[in-house]
């Protein structure tokens, strides 16, 4: 069974620093909150799940604390929001997710990119949910009992209900993530036809099966690295073949057709927004590059229309994966109908 995920004894932990080898870099850097308080809605989803308190950290920054029946703990939501926004006003505004990579947590995008000020203007929200630190955005399959964690349940159900009927998300919606969030961004999309516009992968793990044995031994070793059960996940990947092909977005190609994608990847050579003496990746990135090689030829062949940017030398690290946002902002708003 996994231990706890994002539990209340890690809420206020900042994420330890990971080396340039896992999926996320660098160390958190906190924001010093402005406000702390009830929520001022009443809103909550038909899981029981409701908001217990907001952190406002700028004019334009909420932080949400959820208590999730899907997850058996709280979790972290932070929000980008319009300046004219007001929670419970009878408008919406369409939504944009963004989805954090393993070992990192939902202040990530905020913390290592300019997303704040970028978005400034967008009449949207843009959401970025914690996604535990290894949750891949999927309800653990825990040797076929299931229960907790169950992210999907949390970001789609709970969380999507949470925000409809209390802070103002309509529902058009777009979905972005990188690394393991590329893999959740894309999974969701797949899995849930209609759900999103547009759907945009950074770096992703988007083949969890790749070649065998070396998708499942890269997903499973960063797993057994944080001490989960290596099966609890999806099981094992080849007794359990069937629920790893469910989350895979290699396997969901043909779900994935209809709407707009993104696929970006480097191929771990670094490259020119790499830092000087920035070593070579020699491990993930170049495998990202290959499983997104991968689902090119794959969306392809079903009939998906998937703009790519394989820009060649690019480590696994933040300055490409906000150039990777930047580039695929359009593609991801314009089905929003921003100011429409």
């Known amino acids: 069974m996994p231990r706890p995920v994002e539990d209340r004894q890690t809420q206020n932990r900042p994420p330890s620093r990971v080396s340039r080898r896992k999926f996320v870099l660098g160390a958190a850097a906190g924001l010093s909150a402005l406000a702390v308080a009830a929520p001022r809605t009443a809103s909550a989803a038909d899981t029981g799940a409701r908001v217990l308190a907001e952190r406002r950290l700028s004019p334009t920054m909420l932080d949400l604390t959820v208590e999730s029946p899907a997850l058996a703990a709280t979790a972290m939501v932070r929000l ?47 959401v970025m949910p914690t996604g535990g630190r290894d949750g891949f955005y999927s309800d653990w399959f825990n ?134 003496g920035t070593p070579p990746d020699l491990f993930i990135e170049p495998l990202c590059a290959e499983m997104n090689t991968a689902l090119a030829r794959r969306l392809r062949e079903a009939g998906a229309t998937a703009t790519t940017d394989f820009y060649g030398p690019g480590t696994h690290n933040w300055p490409w994966w906000q150039r990777s946002l930047h580039l695929s902002f359009p593609l991801l708003t314009e089905p929003l109908r921003l100011g429409g």
């Not at 919406?92 to 203007?121: C, I, K, N, Q």
């Open 143 to 276: 040797r076929g009992a299931g229960g907790p964690p169950r992210w999907e349940t949390f970001h789609l159900t709970e969380l999507r209900q949470i925000l409809e009927r209390g802070y103002g998300a309509g529902p058009v919606r777009s979905i972005a993530g990188l690394s393991m969030g590329g893999l959740g961004a894309l999974a969701y999309a797949g899995r849930h036809p209609g759900m999103f516009a547009a759907a945009a992968s950074y770096s992703g793990v988007v083949h969890t099966t790749y070649q065998g044995a070396r998708g499942p031994s890269l997903i499973q070793g960063v797993l057994v690295k944080d001490g989960y059960d290596p099966t609890a996940l999806w099981g094992d990947p080849n007794l359990n073949a069937g629920v790893w092909a469910a989350h895979n977005p290699y396997d969901l190609a043909r779900e994935l057709t209809g709407i707009p994608l993104y696929l970006a990847c480097g191929n771990g050579t670094p490259g020119v927004l790499d830092p000087p």
């Open 80 to 126: 980008l929001h319009p300046a004219d926004w007001t929670p419970g006003a009878t408008r919406t505004w369409p939504v944009l997710y963004l989805l954090h990579g393993a070992g990192d947590d939902y202040t990530s995008w905020t913390r290592s990119t300019d997303v704040a000020t970028f978005t400034r203007g967008a009449d949207m929200l843009v």
